[in-house]
């Protein structure tokens, strides 16, 4: 790392919160998708917004890329450190500053939890709404860069549903305010907070955050369904779309999923489906009651061989504990795997299904599928053995099948963990080149020294960005002009 | 994670096994109270295991990442928080082991830690060592670090020795019989806890037979990788303990879940079949009598308030939360407060006081302010550590509270 870079860095920080030994770097090489690790060349820890806008300005003025980490729970690589770069470490700045039940506003610092938001103001009957499954370790300044969903995010949206405003500090060292508390104050004019929301930390770190909450549901009711065919549980969640039931989340696992998820919590799920289906209605207690009665019929119809509703919180929390821990429970099952994160469009899931499995046929290998169905999105986790030779690239080939089925089909090759490390190279399957060129564009607007998560999210090398300068491909063609 | 471990010490595969199991997905960041204190991922579960990998891998220094492991608690609330079922204990105390034997101490640290294995474990040693420390203290301020702390942890005086029966009949109809290890520290420190506990059994129709010449369990050595003392201790006990017994019950929290790892301990030993059956008849004292069914307390003439402070080694090493506050919840006129995050170490654990003494302070301090915010007249616990460590801070908040191990508000209960 640059000398005079490293001595201006320790004008910011005391001793004990700029870790520079290899050993305090190396537990920070790598987030939640271990297939990659870089060691940072320093790892920063502030505990004030004034440190974090010192440190980006400085890394601006002498062009030294930055990471900002919450948790390091990406499973898409987005918070892996750049080489010889600077890590931001933001799990220190993990206060909830205001709390205004009157408006139903949260202001939060970018490393609080996501679930000691909900904690903090169930008091008023409360709650956060997007739940991603690492809820309880997840900071709100990466479900900000991620535009991180959950399993109800069905019936609520996504993060960016419910980020009203937020002060940021831009990689290029400027500080603003974008949206306001009003969910009404930002009608006029581009919406600004919904272009930093999933811009994977390519345009700088939020500082603070005004999030929506939203009145806590008077009831929940939960039904699991068990099939004996993947498509049936598919098919299901059609049918309970048709029925115009809206729930809160509709959810599938089949049978390695279940199975996992079964050792690591011991939730009741049973152990003989092919594909369990949870579905949740939530709510104003009297329309839950009454909705509960028309997804029942449903759900009987439905071709389920069993059918249970959970019959107490305890038991309500542990299916969800199981469900939320599914990814990581597959890790009882095989040393190695790849987490992946597809979208379909839900009418074409069971379509989606049959072809996942033929691809499994195809590779010989074993896939555990866990999707937030009611909404396509699709997460395959494929089983492999690293230590056989060629296994992981089998995997990746495998993987890569199914992203373009979900394009193919008319989905995206993410639905909430983000393009990272892991998909850059998919996202010109995704955008034309002229949406890859308006992207860049505006980014180097932002952050002309592409110093703000350099090498995340476009295709190709360390600072992608700079291969695509100069004339777009279809400008050199005479499609299009600047003129 | 994939690893390229090339240690070919004997625990080198269950080493390997838990880290690869590891997805380092962060779940145990939340449950872990070092990281909730320090903020840094090398005092994270997912942090230590990866720099155990690092060494393992001999990427880094044993002698780097050191100070990181010794952090570490031991309080195994990242196992329970872990989806994919890493063995982290297994990890740590293999690892700990592996690098003591390794280990280059500076010569306090080295004594100070050779005076924990050789008092700590016997009771009548720890008794003269205590009277050591009374003239210790007086020199304390001449002392080294490692030293003082140990000082600091020692109560003013002894209780006087208070012998235990070597059997308590049962009381009215008999249910069964149990054997009481007592062996431990505890009961030099605190002998009415084993008292209260063989009292409380006989009331519920066990007969209680407390052997002579036990000796430590070997848990706290195992705690702080001293295995081959730990093994040679723990043997001791197999032959003392009657065969015609339902269990063995044992009263301090560690005891009983570094007992469960005695097939760890003594894997590849002659004994290791003695050593597991002996594991596997170990129970802790609310456990099995919740298992048991608690014969009605007459309970309290006025209600008491009473926190539940959960010990790691109950809650998390072996899943006991709710059989404690079963057996409390049956007594009349004993109203339970819950401690918020009660899952949070109290800076006990073991050895760690005398280790950590700064972060034993802050998780102490901590846990105390959560006690005192849930309003109880009364704290309970199933475990010495956390009792002293208890008693320790409220004396420093001057908060008069009583803290008794479960078994002595059980005896109460009965009494009353």
């Known amino acids: 790392m640059n000398r005079s870079f490293f001595e201006a860095l320790q004008k910011i920080y005391p001793d004990n919160r700029l870790l520079t030994r290899d050993v305090e770097l190396l537990p920070y090489e790598s987030d939640a998708l271990t297939a990659f690790q870089t060691k940072p060349g320093a790892v920063a820890l502030p505990v004030s917004e004034d440190e974090i806008i010192d440190t980006v300005r400085l890394c601006h003025r002498m062009k030294v890329p930055f990471v900002a980490r919450g ?62 499954s690492s809820q309880s370790v997840c900071t709100i300044g990466g479900n900000i860069a991620f535009n991180s969903g959950g399993a109800h995010c069905l019936k609520y949206g996504m993060t960016s549903n419910h980020v009203l405003g937020m002060k940021v500090v831009l990689a290029d060292g400027t500080v603003t305010q974008f949206g306001s508390e009003s969910i009404e104050g930002v009608g006029i004019g581009p919406d600004l907070v919904g272009l930093f ?19 806590a549901p008077q009831l929940y009711r939960t039904v699991m369904a068990a099939y004996d065919n993947l498509g049936r549980a598919g098919d299901t969640v059609s049918m309970v779309v048709a029925s115009g039931l809206l729930p809160g989340a509709m959810e599938i696992m089949d049978r390695l999923a279940i199975k996992a998820a079964e050792a690591s919590v011991g939730a009741g799920y049973p152990l003989d489906a092919e594909a369990l289906l949870i579905v949740e209605l939530e709510g104003e207690a009297l329309q839950v009651e009454a909705e509960f009665a028309e997804l029942r019929g449903v759900i009987e119809e439905s071709g389920a061989f069993e059918i249970h509703e959970a019959n107490s919180e305890d038991e309500r929390a542990r299916i969800w504990k199981g469900r939320k821990g599914a990814f990581s429970a597959v890790g009882r099952l095989s040393p190695d795997y790849i987490v992946q994160d597809g979208v379909v469009p839900r009418s074409r899931l069971g379509e989606a299904l049959v072809k996942i499995g033929e691809f499994k046929a195809k590779y010989q290998l074993d896939v555990a599928n866990v999707f937030h169905a009611g909404d396509g999105n699709l997460h395959p986790l494929i089983l492999y053995n690293g230590r056989e030779p060629g296994a992981l690239e089998k995997a990746e080939a495998l993987a890569g099948e199914i992203l373009a089925m979900c394009v193919d089909l008319g989905g995206s090759i993410t639905g909430e963990h983000g393009i990272g490390m892991e998909k850059r190279e998919y996202l010109p399957t995704m955008f034309s080149p002229v949406e890859l060129e308006i992207m860049q564009d505006l980014r180097r607007a932002i952050d002309p020294e592409e110093i703000a998560n350099r090498g995340k999210m476009f295709p190709g090398g360390e600072a992608p960005a700079l291969q695509m300068h100069g004339m777009h491909p279809l400008e050199r063609q005479g499609v299009i002009s600047r003129e | 994670m994939r690893h390229q471990i090339k240690s070919d010490d004997a625990r080198a595969p269950e080493m390997a096994e838990a880290i690869e199991k590891c997805v380092h997905c962060g779940f145990c960041l939340a449950a872990c109270p070092t990281y909730k204190l320090l903020g840094e991922e090398m005092d994270s579960p997912r942090g230590r295991i990866y720099l155990m990998k690092g060494v393992l891998e001999e990427r880094i220094e044993a002698e780097e990442a050191q100070p990181f492991i010794d952090r570490c608690l031991g309080c195994m609330a990242c196992v329970p928080a872990c989806p994919s079922g890493v063995a982290y204990g297994d990890l740590l105390v293999s690892y700990r082991t592996l690098q003591e034997q390794s280990r280059h101490r500076p010569l306090v640290d080295g004594v100070a830690r050779r005076l924990i294995i050789e008092t700590l474990p016997y009771p009548q040693r720890f008794r003269l060592a205590m009277k050591g420390g009374k003239i210790g203290r007086m020199l304390q301020p001449f002392l080294p670090e490692a030293f003082a702390s140990m000082l600091n942890m020692l109560p003013d005086k002894l209780p006087p020795p208070a012998p235990l029966p070597p059997m308590l009949p049962a009381h009215g109809e008999r249910r069964g019989a149990v054997a009481l290890l007592s062996g431990c520290v505890q009961q030099a420190l605190a002998p009415q806890i084993n008292q209260a506990a063989a009292e409380v059994l006989s009331a519920n129709g066990l007969d209680v037979h407390i052997p002579a010449g036990q000796t430590c369990c070997g848990s706290i050595l195992l705690h702080i990788g001293a295995e081959a003392e730990a093994r040679q201790i723990a043997r001791r006990n197999f032959p003392l303990l009657p065969d015609d017994i339902d269990a063995i019950i044992t009263t301090a929290a560690g005891c009983g879940s570094g007992i469960k790892d005695y097939p760890l301990l003594f894997k590849g030993q002659t004994d290791l079949h003695t050593a597991s059956a002996f594991s596997g008849k170990v129970m802790d004292f609310s456990a099995y009598l919740a298992q048991l069914g608690l014969r009605a307390p007459k309970g309290f003439a006025v209600e008491r308030a009473v926190a539940y402070q959960d010990a790691c080694h109950l809650l998390h090493a072996q899943g006991l939360q709710n059989e404690p506050r079963d057996l409390l919840n049956q007594v009349p006129n004993l109203r339970l407060v819950d401690i918020p995050d009660a899952g949070m170490c109290c800076g006990s654990a073991g050895t760690y006081n005398l280790d950590q003494p700064a972060i034993a302070e802050a998780l102490g301090k901590q846990k105390v302010n959560a006690i ?27 908060k008069n509270l009583p803290v008794l191990h479960i078994a002595e508000l059980l005896r109460a209960a009965y009494q009353d």
């Open chain 1, 197 to 215: 929301v999933g811009s994977e930390g390519l345009f700088g770190i939020a500082l603070e955050i005004t999030l929506r909450l939203m009145p």
């Open chain 2, 372 to 398: 005192l915010a849930a309003g109880p007249d009364t704290v309970v616990s199933g475990n010495i550590g956390c009792i002293t460590q208890l008693r320790k801070h409220l004396d420093l908040q001057r």
């Open chain 1, 71 to 132: 948790s390091g729970t990406s499973l898409s690589g987005g918070s892996l450190p750049i080489a010889d770069g600077l890590m931001i470490g933001l799990n220190r700045l993990n206060h909830i500053k205001k709390i205004d039940p009157e408006q139903r506003i949260a202001v939060v610092e970018p490393g609080v939890v996501n679930l000691h938001i909900t904690e903090a103001v169930r008091q008023y009957g409360l709650y956060y709404a997007p739940d991603p």
